[in-house]
């Protein structure tokens, strides 16, 4: 009959080539996740706005006189929360970035514990391109 693996739209099992690959029923959960946590928070979620943000924060060469906001996924409240724990400037969480020793974990687990964030991966992504563009370590 069936073989594993053969159902239609199923993500493929050797994903190598394809790490970031989300198959279209994925991708529609997560839009779901998003638009209800937007509805519960009453949060706005415009991906076009982040992928500009990004660009914006990608090009920046210095971030010294940036507030912590400038960082892609940092939104207002998040970036209130990093004040209340002293990070007003994007310098400041990319040196925490910095100070957890470049650990995707330890970072997500950082934002975390300063505002239960989702976007956690997302800011952790932003900053590690950053570094990895500006920064020669």
């Known amino acids: 009959m069936g073989s594993k693996g053969s159902k239609k739209g199923s993500e493929p099992r050797n994903r190598g080539l394809f790490a970031n690959y989300m198959s279209p029923e994925k991708a529609q959960e997560q839009a779901r996740r998003q638009?209800?946590?937007a509805q519960?928070?009453?949060a706005q979620i415009n991906?076009?706005?982040h992928t500009k943000k990004?660009?914006?924060?990608m090009k920046?060469?210095?971030l010294d006189d940036k507030p912590a906001s400038f960082i892609p996924w940092v939104g207002?409240?998040?970036?209130?929360?990093l004040a209340d724990n002293g990070f007003t400037k994007a310098v400041q969480v990319v040196?925490?970035?910095?100070?957890?020793?470049?650990?995707?974990?330890?970072f997500k687990e950082w934002i975390k514990s300063i505002a239960d964030n989702a976007k956690g991966e997302e800011i952790y992504n932003a900053v590690k391109d950053w570094c990895d563009k500006h920064l020669k370590i």
């Open 35 to 37: 638009t209800e946590h």
């Open 40 to 42: 519960e928070t009453g």
């Open 47 to 49: 991906l076009a706005t």
């Open 54 to 57: 990004r660009d914006e924060f």
């Open 60 to 62: 920046a060469g210095t």
């Open 76 to 81: 207002d409240v998040l970036a209130s929360k």
């Open 95 to 106: 040196g925490q970035y910095m100070a957890l020793n470049r650990d995707k974990h330890k």
